[in-house]
C-alpha cells in the first residue's frame, strides 16, 4: 500500500512567522510603546515626589469619586442590563430590532456630544433636570451626573456580553423548575443566574474599566469641581496637560496608577470569571 500523501492544508491568513511579525508591529506600536512612553515619563519622578503627587488631596479625591461612581454604574448596569438583554432575548414586540441596534448607540456617538446632551437633560434647565430641581434634587455638576454618564457609556458591555448567553439557555430550563413548583426569584436565583454569572462579571468588568478612565462624556455633566469632589482622574490629567507649565511627568504618573487599578480589577474579574466557568462547566 502506498502511505497516502497528507496535503498541505493552505491558509487564508499568510504563514505563521509573516502573521506573528504583523502581530507583534502592530501590538507594539498601538499598545506597548504608547505604555512605555507612560513608564519612562512616570520614573523621571523619584519616590518622594510620586508619594507627594499622589497624596495631593485633589488627586486623592479625583480617584475616589472615578472608582466609587464607575463601581456604582457598573452596578446599576449590571441590574438594568440584565433586564434589558432578557427582553431583547425573550419576547418578540414591534421595535425589537430598533431597541437592539440602540444597544450600539454608545459606542458610535462621540463621547463629547453624549456629555453635553446629558448635561443639557439633565441640568436645571433640561426637561429632566427641572423636574427634578422642583424636587430640590440636583442631577448635573453631581456625582450623581457623572453615573449616569457612567451608565450611558458602560451599559452596552453587559448587554452584549449577557445577549448570547439568554440566546443559547433554553427556556425549558425555566419551564420545568416552574412545573415543579420553584417560585420565579427561585426559578431566577437557581436555573439563570448560575448561567449569566461569568458573562456578568465580564460586562461588570468591562464598564467598570470603562468608567474609570471615562473623560468625554463625563467632563461636562460633573461640573469639575474640586470643592464638591465632582473632578474624575482623566480631568486632572488632562488639566496638568493643559495648564501654562505642562506637567508630562505628573501626568504620567497618574495615569500609571489608573493603567495598575484597571489592569488589577480586570484581572481580579478574570480570575473569578474562570472559577465561575469552571464551577459551571461553561
Same mark, same amino acid.
Given at each position: 500500500?502506498?502511505?497516502?500523501?497528507?496535503?498541505?492544508?493552505?491558509?487564508?491568513?499568510?504563514?505563521?512567522?509573516?502573521?506573528?511579525?504583523?502581530?507583534?508591529?502592530?501590538?507594539?506600536?498601538?499598545?506597548l510603546i504608547p505604555l512605555a512612553s507612560v513608564?519612562?515619563?512616570?520614573?523621571?519622578?523619584?519616590?518622594?515626589?510620586?508619594?507627594?503627587?499622589?497624596?495631593?488631596?485633589?488627586?486623592?479625591?479625583?480617584?475616589?469619586?472615578?472608582?466609587?461612581?464607575?463601581?456604582?454604574?457598573?452596578?446599576?448596569?449590571?441590574?438594568?442590563?440584565?433586564?434589558?438583554?432578557?427582553?431583547?432575548?425573550?419576547?418578540?414586540?414591534?421595535?425589537?430590532?430598533?431597541?437592539?441596534?440602540?444597544?450600539?448607540?454608545?459606542?458610535?456617538?462621540?463621547?463629547?456630544?453624549?456629555?453635553?446632551?446629558?448635561?443639557?437633560?439633565?441640568?436645571?434647565?433640561?426637561?429632566?433636570?427641572?423636574?427634578?430641581?422642583?424636587?430640590?434634587?440636583?442631577?448635573?455638576?453631581?456625582?450623581?451626573?457623572?453615573?449616569?454618564?457612567?451608565?450611558?457609556? +458602560?451599559?452596552?458591555? #453587559?448587554?452584549?456580553? %449577557?445577549?448570547?448567553? *439568554?440566546?443559547?439557555?433554553?427556556?425549558? !430550563? &425555566?419551564? $420545568? @423548575?416552574?412545573?415543579?413548583?420553584?417560585?420565579?426569584?427561585?426559578?431566577?436565583?437557581?436555573?439563570?443566574?448560575?448561567?449569566?454569572?461569568?458573562?456578568?462579571?465580564?460586562?461588570?468588568?468591562?464598564?467598570?474599566?470603562?468608567?474609570?478612565?471615562?473623560?468625554?462624556?463625563?467632563?461636562?455633566?460633573?461640573?469639575?469641581?474640586?470643592?464638591? +469632589?465632582?473632578?474624575? #482622574?482623566?480631568?486632572? %490629567?488632562?488639566?496638568? *496637560?493643559?495648564?501654562?507649565?505642562?506637567? !508630562? &511627568?505628573? $501626568? @504620567?504618573?497618574?495615569?500609571?496608577?489608573?493603567?495598575?487599578?484597571?489592569?488589577?480589577?480586570?484581572f481580579a474579574i478574570n480570575f473569578i470569571q474562570?472559577?465561575?466557568?469552571?464551577?459551571?462547566?461553561?
Amino acid at each position: 500500500m502506498k502511505r497516502a500523501q497528507i496535503k498541505k492544508r493552505k491558509s487564508i491568513i499568510p504563514g505563521f512567522g509573516l502573521s506573528m511579525g504583523i502581530t507583534v508591529a502592530m501590538l507594539s506600536l498601538l499598545i506597548l510603546i504608547p505604555l512605555a512612553s507612560v513608564l519612562a515619563y512616570s520614573f523621571r519622578l523619584s519616590g518622594a515626589e510620586f508619594a507627594e503627587l499622589m497624596m495631593r488631596p485633589n488627586v486623592v479625591q479625583a480617584f475616589v469619586t472615578s472608582i466609587g461612581c464607575a463601581l456604582a454604574a457598573a452596578v446599576l448596569n449590571c441590574i438594568f442590563g440584565t433586564i434589558l438583554a432578557w427582553v431583547l432575548v425573550r419576547y418578540e414586540f414591534p421595535g425589537k430590532r430598533l431597541m437592539d441596534g440602540m444597544i450600539e448607540l454608545p459606542f458610535a456617538l462621540p463621547t463629547a456630544v453624549a456629555g453635553i446632551t446629558l448635561t443639557k437633560m439633565y441640568s436645571d434647565t433640561g426637561a429632566i433636570g427641572r423636574a427634578f430641581e422642583k424636587l430640590g434634587i440636583e442631577i448635573a455638576y453631581t456625582r450623581t451626573g457623572i453615573i449616569i454618564a457612567m451608565v450611558f457609556i +458602560g451599559i452596552p458591555f #453587559v448587554v452584549r456580553a %449577557i445577549q448570547p448567553v *439568554l440566546e443559547k439557555l433554553p427556556a425549558t !430550563y &425555566e419551564e $420545568a @423548575a416552574g412545573m415543579l413548583g420553584a417560585s420565579r426569584l427561585t426559578i431566577f436565583w437557581k436555573v439563570i443566574f448560575p448561567e449569566i454569572r461569568p458573562a456578568l462579571l465580564t460586562g461588570f468588568g468591562l464598564a467598570l474599566a470603562r468608567g474609570i478612565g471615562e473623560y468625554g462624556s463625563v467632563i461636562y455633566i460633573s461640573g469639575n469641581s474640586e470643592k464638591n +469632589g465632582t473632578q474624575v #482622574v482623566s480631568y486632572v %490629567i488632562m488639566q496638568k *496637560l493643559n495648564s501654562g507649565n505642562v506637567d !508630562y &511627568e505628573g $501626568a @504620567a504618573a497618574i495615569a500609571l496608577v489608573l493603567l495598575i487599578l484597571s489592569f488589577v480589577m480586570l484581572f481580579a474579574i478574570n480570575f473569578i470569571q474562570h472559577i465561575a466557568s469552571r464551577r459551571t462547566n461553561v
